[in-house]
């Protein structure tokens, strides 16, 4: 018998804004705030682990805990310790622990009132050359804080104004948002005004891999609609032709064309930030050697300075054998998983390659989300098959 359990609303706004305070500390101290946090849902999780009787999933998530325990052996006691939490954490999700309802309620207001942020922060960039940013300062991690300190203080990344709201950075912003512009579309009634407001957002914060993620859920979105094979054949090419032709307009508004030059352009002059995120590919792994990589070398020696993209990182860290697990997980959840689900994981996955997201709270964040979307659609199916072959009373 299926038995509902309910959901906790604390866990699900600490799921929710785990990446929004990213970048604080405890004022007085160097303890960083989502940390703090986990410390405290690892031990809410324990607790209701002990006291849920839905079983964890352990056949879908059994690449994923071979990963983070790899990570722990390979790991300094600290980030063995922030690992074991995640397992928990991650386990204590499955057990249906989150309010989906609210989570995707939230995921859609912060994705529109931080696309309002950015679109003020723009027009006020425009017309008067101020930047106005949204962070605590007071709160802000101190090397975060000179790391991304003219970031904070002008705006201004790679040479132009990139607003990024109560994010840490532009990417991170369409990163999180591109979830909710998802949870928008992806529903029996889908909110395409929302999603058309927030998918202006994420173009006025300038990112590229945003600029990607809102064509590739649109189309996603506009394919999904079609109810039969044969419209979904018949409707590719439509759907492909509209983007390009939406992608063509794009790269001819001054605005957009900058956004769009900054991941195509191939002159030796101009900043392409897909190279500049693979930079270190050629000095590190261009004489790639499979028993070199096998076992990886940890994350303290990982050198420093250097910026690796989270599929660089799991490689030269944790070998090809924490990087399979990994992806064996992401693999198996976009089968198993609703379109929604496939769309968001298969975004992640391929934002791997150009962008970090392997710490240990993007971890928690996007595959907790994911898994908890999951969860949800799952139970949802079962409950609705239990409801539909079970006798009526008239039939006892």
Excluded at 104 to 109: A, G, H, M, P, S
Excluded at 158 to 170: H, V
Excluded at 326 to 341: N, P, R, Y
Excluded at 361 to 373: D, E, P, R, T
Aim: aromatic share 16%.
């Amino acid at each position: 018998m299926i038995i509902p359990v309910k959901t906790s609303k604390w866990f699900t706004y600490y799921l929710l804004f785990l990446p929004l305070v990213m970048m604080y500390s405890v004022p007085g101290t160097g303890i960083r705030i989502p940390t703090l946090l986990t410390a405290i849902a690892m031990l809410y999780s324990l607790l209701q682990l002990a006291n849920r009787h839905m079983r964890v999933p352990i056949y879908m998530l059994l690449p994923l805990f071979m990963y983070l325990t790899y990570v722990m052996f390979k790991s300094s006691l600290q980030l063995a310790f922030l690992c074991g939490s995640v397992i928990i954490i991650i386990s204590a999700i499955c057990t249906g622990i989150v309010n989906v309802f609210l989570l995707r309620k939230v995921l859609e207001k912060v994705a529109i009132v931080a696309a309002f942020c950015v679109i003020f922060q723009q027009i006020v960039h425009i017309l008067t050359g101020i930047h106005f940013h949204f962070y605590l300062l007071p709160f802000f991690a101190n090397d975060l804080l000179e790391q991304y300190n003219n970031a904070i203080t002008t705006g201004a990344v790679e040479g132009m104004y990139r607003p990024c709201a109560f994010f840490l950075e532009p990417a991170q912003y369409s990163q999180y948002c591109t979830i909710g512009l998802g949870s928008c579309l992806f529903t029996h009634r889908p909110k395409t005004k929302n999603a058309l407001f927030i998918s202006l957002g994420i173009f006025a914060s300038t990112s590229g891999m945003g600029f990607v993620s809102v064509f590739a859920i649109w189309g996603a979105w506009a394919l999904s609609r079609q109810k039969t094979k044969k419209n979904f054949i018949r409707s590719l090419p439509v759907i492909l032709i509209a983007l390009f032709l939406v992608f063509f307009l794009l790269d001819n508004i001054s605005f957009t064309h900058n956004i769009i030059n900054r991941f195509t352009s191939t002159s030796g002059d101009d900043y392409n930030a897909i190279n500049g995120r693979l930079f270190w590919w050629d000095t590190y792994f261009g004489d790639f050697n499979v028993s070199d990589f096998l076992t990886g070398f940890g994350l303290d020696n990982l050198p420093d300075g250097v910026y690796f993209t989270g599929f660089m990182k799991l490689l030269y860290c944790y070998g090809l054998i924490g990087t399979t697990l990994l992806l064996l997980f992401l693999g198996m959840l976009i089968i198993k998983a609703d379109i929604f689900v496939k769309v968001c994981t298969s975004l992640y996955t391929g934002l791997l390659f150009f962008a970090d997201l392997t710490y240990y709270h993007n971890l928690i964040f996007y595959i907790g989300v994911y898994l908890a979307l999951y969860i949800f659609n799952k139970e949802r199916v079962n409950i609705a098959c239990l409801l539909y072959t079970s006798p009526s009373p008239r039939d006892s």
